[in-house]
């Protein structure tokens, strides 16, 4: 992923880091920026993503609150289309939350490398 003129490389960083979460898993806010080395500052990581621009293709559906839950209010399209995204991944929504114990991303390296899906 290319860094844009005179952008931080933080954005940068958090935009790779995005884009590695694979298909059927999810993160959160504050792991991603943890990941990037700004912890503490979940609340970057949404700006960062909330500005990427529909032109560029992150699996922003992959991201979540750390409690599991959407940053999207109940009922809202983005709501809706985040639940249908990861529902067509395999990944369970109830209640508008999904397990991030089961479905987090490298929470668990046994549990990645062998857990059956």
Not at 32 to 37: D, H, K, L, T
Not at 74 to 91: D, I, K, M, N, T
Not at 93 to 105: L, N
Request: net charge positive; hydrophobic share 45%; aromatic share 8%.
């Amino acid at each position: 992923m290319k860094q844009a003129l005179g952008e931080k490389p933080e954005y940068a960083a958090i935009r790779r880091v995005i884009a590695a979460i694979p298909r059927g898993s999810v993160t959160s806010y504050g792991e991603i920026a943890v990941r990037v080395g700004l912890p503490g500052r979940a609340r970057l990581v949404g700006r960062v993503l909330g500005n990427a621009g529909a032109g560029v293709k992150l699996p922003w559906h992959r991201v979540l609150r750390s409690n599991g839950r959407f940053a999207f209010s109940p009922g809202s399209r983005g709501f809706r289309e985040q639940r249908a995204r990861l529902l067509e991944e395999g990944v369970a929504v109830i209640a508008g939350r999904v397990d991030i114990a089961r479905y987090g991303w490298q929470r668990n390296l046994d549990a990645e490398l062998w857990a059956m899906r």
